[in-house]
């Protein structure tokens, strides 16, 4: 008997394999009995609808998907295409189609999704060089069910507009790094709720919101930055936490949140660590960053052919060009820099927590009108908050015990010709002195 390299058959249609004849499935589809000799040459035939049988066999192919369709592996046929990703889904068209029973492995992803939401289920998905699944801004919300997910650099990856994605009975270990990545401009939801052992978003690339897209946070959530990686936001970001369930912004290296994602055993981050979150124009009025922590941002790379330091805003948040969003409740800490730093901008900072900061708590320039009140702003290793050309409102604080290493430090440093008005703060401790508490700015009622 003539043999062939696996067979493909859409269901009701004979097949050859390498194990001889075989019939697979009870229900025809259009057109005669064929032999489909690759996994490819069956989807292109089969109709939107239909599915498309495969026996267990090695396929040396990719996989494109474009339509609604069933890829169901019988006897777990495995996918090595010899470069890129092993199955793609491309297009809203292949929205609801499936994939089941299948061993997939790719030079690059297992599963690639553009534009698309498939099911994804009962597949072993394992040694793929960088996601085991990668969803690129994925139409609707989809379902990752009953897969082994293993020896993949992450086990899943995000991009563009992310939705609810529903998982259940996942197997993953044994990745790289037990994390989901996550890349460039995104919009929709980052979910707290990730598959287990997940239960961290890891940026290894520029995060970004486009004006006019809503990103938005769910409590709990916790997202690392690899090296000086930033998130700009030119569109609205709502990360709202709350008490207990805060949204963190961290360093890849900080075990204190979400274990150790790194694999490098324990270590706690260091100031520099990754780059900023930047509101970025009034496009990102509105955002609010509630009940958050920013720590251990500030870092920055040196552009040889520039001439400067790109991500060079040496801070943990950056407010620029215009924008007031909402920064409440947080705790702002650890910053090669700033904690906060204001630039033609007027957020309003409140409730929050502005510590250990290796330069000024707050730094406000440029005319910026921020209203800064009911904050605890100390132990930053320079002044508390410095005004330079501009007339804030500072209401209400506790600035203590900054810059206490040089008498040129103070709890309030004005200068640039700006009026900031001050009431009703607490402010002690503060330069070498502990009495440097106000420099060229009025004392007000306090």
């Known amino acids: 008997m003539k043999k062939f390299l696996g067979f493909v058959g859409i269901a009701g249609v004979l097949v050859l394999g390498e194990t001889g004849l075989g019939f697979c499935g009870a229900v025809t589809v259009t057109g005669t009995d064929t032999v489909f000799a690759t996994i490819q040459k069956g989807i292109d035939a089969c109709p939107v609808g239909g599915t498309v049988s495969v026996l267990a066999?090695?396929?040396?192919?990719?996989?494109y998907i474009n339509k609604k369709i069933a890829l169901v592996g019988v006897g777990t046929p495995t996918i090595v295409p010899s470069s890129g990703n092993a199955v793609i889904f491309d297009g809203n068209g292949a929205d609801n189609a499936v994939i089941s029973g299948f061993i997939i492995t790719g030079i690059d992803s297992g599963i690639y999704c553009n534009n698309s939401s498939p099911f994804i289920s009962n597949n072993t998905i394992s040694g793929n060089s960088q996601n085991g699944i990668y969803i690129?801004?994925?139409?609707?919300?989809?379902?990752?069910?009953?897969?082994?997910?293993?020896?993949?650099?992450?086990?899943?990856?995000?991009?563009?507009?992310?939705?609810?994605?529903t998982y259940s009975n996942n197997t993953i270990t044994g990745n790289t790094y037990t994390a989901v990545t996550i890349t460039g401009n995104i919009r929709g939801t980052l979910q707290k709720n990730l598959p287990l052992p997940l239960n961290v978003y890891v940026a290894t690339s520029d995060l970004g919101v486009n004006t006019g897209d809503t990103l938005t946070i769910e409590p709990g959530t916790i997202v690392k930055f690899v090296d000086i990686r930033r998130f700009i936001v030119a569109g609205t970001l709502t990360a709202d936490g709350n008490l207990g369930n805060e949204i963190v912004f961290t360093s890849f290296k900080d075990d204190e949140y979400g274990g150790d994602t790194n694999g490098d055993s324990y270590s706690t981050g260091s100031p520099g660590d990754w780059g900023y979150?930047?509101?970025?124009?009034?496009?990102?009025?509105?955002?609010?960053?509630?009940?958050a922590i920013v720590k251990y941002g500030g870092g920055y790379q040196w552009d040889w052919d520039r001439g400067w330091g790109w991500c060079a805003y040496h801070t943990n948040i950056y407010c620029s060009n215009n924008t007031n969003p909402t920064i409440s409740n947080s705790r702002i800490s650890n910053s090669s820099g700033f904690g906060i730093r204001c630039n033609n901008s007027s957020p309003n900072i409140s409730s929050s927590i502005i510590t250990n900061n290796t330069s000024y708590g707050i730094y406000v320039e440029n005319n910026s009108l921020p209203s800064i009140a009911n904050n605890t702003i100390s132990r930053n290793s320079q002044n508390g908050i410095y005004c330079n050309n501009s007339s804030l409102s500072i209401f209400n604080n506790i600035i203590a015990e900054n810059g206490t290493t040089s008498f040129d430090y103070y709890g309030i440093y004005n200068t640039g010709g700006g009026t900031p008005t001050i009431n009703y703060n607490c402010v002690f401790g503060n330069g070498l002195s502990s009495s440097n508490n106000y420099f060229d700015c009025s004392v007000g009622t306090n």
């Open 57 to 63: 066999e090695i396929y040396n192919e990719a996989v």
């Open 136 to 165: 690129v801004n994925a139409s609707s919300s989809l379902t990752i069910s009953n897969n082994t997910i293993s020896g993949n650099t992450y086990p899943l990856g995000l991009t563009g507009n992310i939705p609810i994605i």
């Open 277 to 291: 979150i930047e509101f970025a124009g009034d496009g990102s009025d509105g955002s609010i960053l509630d009940n």
